[in-house]
């Protein structure tokens, strides 16, 4: 077992804090952020489907923009590198083709299982609940923006996931159709200009237990 990959696990988990005030002369470069976001997308995804979409909200203007829509958040807003809004693509399925494809091509799949697979998930999207597909592209939106915090303060940034914003006007202000993309939170990155304050957990007795 590889101690060194462990402790410095830890250190991401233990060492992350949801910083609200940031050093605002730290940008982030457009080549590091796409690292980042890549290292996101690792995350698991009901039937691999990968539904989220990254909005990278980074220039004064588009700050501008959000500014109104997370006035309670004022703070992360104006000092952040850049303020990432995650959201669930309802018509994720869309992208199977390339995604089964792909898999094949990269010898992950055979053909007769990716033609298989299509077939049943086909039929799947075409029948499914549309309060049943929201939540699910809600709870894999959720796991992604946890894997991108972690891949953030693997390059030594710090972030806080914000749910207090104008979930219902944030697509439409930048052009996205709000039919299609459900917003799953906010999510602020850059350099801490604070350590910010540590935080209670519960003890994991009283939020586990084994049958």
Known sequence: MNTTLINDYNEILTGRRSIRYYDPSVKI??????????????????TNMQPWRFLVIESDEAKQTLLPLAK???SQVETSAAMIAVFGDLNNFDNGEEIYSNAVEQGFMPQEVKEQMMEKLSAHFETIDPADNKDVVLVDGGIVSMSLMLAARAHGYDTCPIG???????????GLDKDRYVPVMLISIGKAANP???SVRLPVEKVAEWK
């Open 72 to 74: 309670f958040n004022s």
């Open 29 to 46: 470069s457009k080549e590091e952020m796409t690292e980042i976001l890549s290292k996101a997308t690792l995350a698991p995804s009901s």
């Open 164 to 174: 207090g914003y104008e979930k219902d006007q944030i697509a439409e202000a930048f």
């Open 196 to 198: 910010g304050y540590e």
